[in-house]
C-alpha cells in the first residue's frame, strides 16, 4: 500500500471515529459526564491537605482553640531549657564524699588556717 | 495547581488567591476532560471490549491525573492522561485474563457428565453470511469498527493514539510502555491489517 493509499485510509477511518464520537448515545454521554464529576470529587477531596478544612467549613470555627494551644506548646518549649541547672544526684553524691574527706584531714584544715602566718614567714625570709 | 492549595492560612487576600487558582485549576481540568473524555471512553471500550470497563477506566485515569501531575503545564496533560489511561487498560486486561484462567479451572472441576452440551447451541447456522458477505452488507462504521477491535491490543492502541488522538511518536511509545520504534512496526502493521480487513469495502465507499 503506497502512503497516499494509507493516508485515504487512515482518513477514512478517523473521520468514521469522530462521526461515532459525535454521535454517542445520551445514556453514555451522561455515564460519562457523571463519572468525571465523580473523579473530580474525589480527587479534590484526597489532594487537598488537612488544614484545608481552615479555608472552609466547620474547621474554621476550630482555628482558634488551636492557636491558643499551639501558643502554650511553643512557651512550654521555650521556658524549660531557662530553669538552672541542678546537679544530678549522683554528681552531689561524689561532692558531699569530698567535703567529707577535706574535713577528716584536720592538717590541711590548719594550714588552710594559719595561711597568713606562712606567707609572712616566707616574706620575711626572702628580705 | 493543585499544589497552590498546600499554602498556609495567613491572611484572606492569600485565601482568596488561593481559592481563584483551585477555582481555575478545576475549571481548566473539567473542560480537558470534556473535551478528551468521549475519545479515551471509545479508544477503552475498543481495548477492552466492555462499555463499563471503559467507563471504569477513563474515571480512573482522570483521578490518577487529577491526583499526581496537575501541577504540570497544561499541554503535557493529553500524554499523561493517555500514559495512565493505557496503564489501567493493561491492568484491566491482566485481571480479565486472570479470571478467565480460574474461570476456566474451575469450569474443569465443575464439568460433568449431567449437563450434556445444548443440541441447541451445537447445530450449525446456515443464515450466517461469510466475512465478505457480511462486509459488503454492513455500513463502514460498523466494518471500521469491526477491523479495529479484531486489532490486537498494542496495533490498535497505536493507532488510535497516532492516527485518531495525534500523539507523536515519542507520547505514544510513552503511553504504551515500548520503544519509538516499536510504535512504527506496530502502526505499519495496524494500517496492512485494516487494509487487510476493510479490503475493496474500503475503496467502494
Redesign the interface.
Known amino acids: 500500500m503506497n502512503n497516499e493509499q494509507q493516508d485515504e485510509l487512515a482518513n477514512k477511518i478517523r473521520n468514521q471515529l469522530d462521526d461515532a464520537v459525535a454521535g454517542m448515545d445520551g445514556a453514555t454521554q451522561s455515564k460519562l459526564r457523571q463519572a468525571r464529576a465523580q473523579a473530580m470529587e474525589k480527587s479534590l477531596s484526597t489532594t487537598r491537605p488537612f488544614y484545608w478544612s481552615l479555608y472552609n467549613g466547620r474547621g474554621r470555627r476550630w482555628l482558634p482553640a488551636g492557636v491558643a494551644l499551639a501558643s502554650v506548646l511553643m512557651l512550654a518549649v521555650l521556658l524549660v531549657p531557662l530553669q538552672p541547672e541542678l546537679p544530678s544526684s549522683d554528681q552531689a553524691g561524689m561532692l558531699a564524699a569530698e567535703d567529707i574527706e577535706i574535713l577528716s584531714q584536720p592538717e590541711e584544715l590548719e594550714l588552710y588556717e594559719d595561711l597568713e602566718f606562712y606567707r609572712w614567714m616566707s616574706a620575711s625570709e626572702m628580705g | 495547581m ?1 499544589n497552590a ?2 499554602v ?2 495567613d491572611s484572606q487576600g492569600s ?1 482568596d488567591q ?2 481563584d487558582q483551585s477555582t481555575q485549576i ?1 475549571n481548566q ?2 473542560s480537558f ?2 473535551e478528551i ?3 479515551a ?2 479508544m477503552a471500550n475498543y481495548a477492552l471490549g466492555n ?1 463499563d470497563d471503559a ?2 477506566a ?3 485515569a ?2 490518577g491525573l ?2 499526581r501531575y ?1 501541577h504540570r503545564p497544561e499541554e503535557e496533560w493529553r500524554p499523561l492522561f493517555y500514559t495512565i489511561l493505557q496503564s489501567r487498560i493493561r491492568d484491566r486486561q491482566r485481571r480479565s485474563s486472570v479470571r478467565k484462567r480460574f474461570g476456566g479451572l474451575l469450569s474443569l472441576l465443575h464439568s460433568d457428565d449431567d449437563h450434556p452440551a445444548d443440541a441447541f447451541q451445537q447445530t450449525p447456522d446456515t443464515v450466517v453470511q461469510n466475512p465478505e458477505e457480511s462486509l459488503s452488507n454492513e455500513d ?2 460498523t466494518a ?2 469491526r477491523a ?1 477491535k479484531n486489532l490486537p491490543y498494542r496495533q490498535q492502541q497505536t ?2 493514539l497516532r ?2 488522538e495525534g500523539c507523536s511518536v515519542k507520547q505514544t511509545a510513552t503511553a504504551l510502555g515500548c520503544s519509538e520504534g516499536t510504535v512504527k512496526t506496530h502502526l505499519s502493521r495496524a ?2 491489517a ?2 487487510e480487513e ?1 479490503g475493496d469495502f ?1 475503496y467502494e ?1
Request: glycine share 2%.
Open positions: 493543585l492549595l498546600c498556609p492560612y485565601k488561593v481559592t478545576t481540568l473539567n476532560f470534556a473524555e468521549k475519545r471512553f471509545h462499555p467507563l471504569d477513563v474515571q480512573e482522570m483521578m487529577m491526583e496537575t463502514a462504521g471500521i469498527e479495529l493507532f488510535l492516527i485518531w494500517m496492512s485494516l487494509r476493510l474500503h465507499q
